[in-house]
């Protein structure tokens, strides 16, 4: 199926269908597993798999906010971010008197859905590394603010003077910011 018609389409209940089959279907056009795509709507995995269930026993229909979410998700799919990338066709050249390029379709492209769309490996592969280069700035960010953090509680967090700066307004917002962080992880290791 292809759901690059409903990108940006204002919702509208009328068009509710908790079908289990239909929710399965955008589920996997958005390119997100079961467990991934509920996290990303603020649901739990057992609301989402009750939505998907096929068993009458176990199936919940959707409310139309989830469906409408994960249409927008579908419309808008998330490209597989490691591994190889599936080839399903080549470009070749024909044998004709007029050298042309051909479509050579491999093992599997008939069970494709409409709408599947044909990526160049090279291309895909430098969005693959410039991925991992943003998840390693990402980790190396957030060492940096640990370490901020464990500066400012260790700095400022137990003293006295830091209670009195607080009580003064001579804090800065983001040192408050990082205690009121810290205040919360710690109470949830207790």
């Known amino acids: 199926m292809n759901f690059k018609s409903l990108l940006g389409a204002r919702p509208d209940k009328s068009l509710h269908n908790p079908d289990a089959v239909y929710m399965r279907a955008l589920v996997k056009a958005s390119g997100l ?12 995995e057992r609301a989402m798999r009750n939505y998907l269930s096929q068993d009458p026993a176990k199936f919940r229909p959707a409310p139309y906010a989830v469906q409408y979410t994960l249409e927008q998700m579908a419309a808008t799919p998330v490209p597989p971010a490691f591994g190889n990338p599936e080839v399903v066709a080549v470009i070749g050249e024909t044998n004709h008197a007029s050298p042309e390029t051909d479509v050579i379709h491999l093992p599997g492209i008939d069970a494709l859905p409409v709408g ?5 490996r090279a291309h895909v592969t430098r969005l693959q590394a410039e991925l991992q280069n943003l998840r390693d700035m990402l980790v190396e960010a957030a060492d940096g603010l640990q370490n901020y953090a464990e500066v400012a509680d ?6 006295r003077a830091w209670e009195q700066m607080v009580a003064d307004g001579e804090a800065d917002e983001t040192a408050l910011k990082i205690r009121a962080y810290l205040s919360k992880t710690e109470g949830s290791t207790e």
């Open 33 to 44: 597993t079961q467990a991934k795509a509920a996290a990303d709507i603020d649901i739990s």
């Open 116 to 120: 599947t769309e044909l990526v160049d």
């Open 154 to 159: 260790s700095e400022f967090g137990k003293s």
